[in-house]
């Protein structure tokens, strides 16, 4: 239903920032909650932030509180991760997902997914 290009990833130094773009192609973006995860290589997806339909709710894991933060701007059909005060821990590659619904942080719960940027923090 809707189709996702996450951009903006790249090799950054540790506490330095960065952000990602996620943009939508499609007729009801609006109507979709968003997130985003992030996977390492050998590791499980996880779960790192999510916004409702109107950015009027959001929900971040422990690991990046008060570090990272999720917006949208649906004029654009584009959701944003603000990258701050980046670890090394945070290395992985970060995707974007779509669901229609409220705010879900279990992979398992989107319906659609973007290709991943890859995000490299050095120490």
């Known amino acids: 239903q809707v189709q996702l290009v996450e951009s903006g990833g790249g090799l950054v130094q540790a506490g330095g920032s960065l952000r990602l773009s996620c943009a939508a192609s499609?007729?009801?973006?609006?109507?979709?909650?968003m997130g985003w995860f992030r996977q390492a290589p050998g590791k499980e997806r996880e779960f790192v932030a999510a916004?409702?339909?109107?950015?009027?709710?959001?929900y971040y894991a422990d690991s990046v509180k008060g570090r990272f933060t999720i917006s949208r701007d649906n004029a654009k059909n584009t959701v944003y991760l603000q990258m701050n005060s980046l670890k090394p821990e945070d290395t992985a590659v970060y995707y974007c997902?779509?669901?229609?619904?409220?705010?879900?942080?279990?992979?398992?719960?989107?319906?659609?997914w973007g290709q991943g940027t890859q995000v490299t923090v050095s120490s």
């Open positions: 997902a779509a669901r229609r619904g409220a705010i879900a942080t279990k992979a398992d719960n989107y319906d659609d």
């Open positions: 499609g007729r009801t973006f609006s109507s979709y909650a």
């Open positions: 916004i409702n339909w109107s950015g009027g709710n959001t």
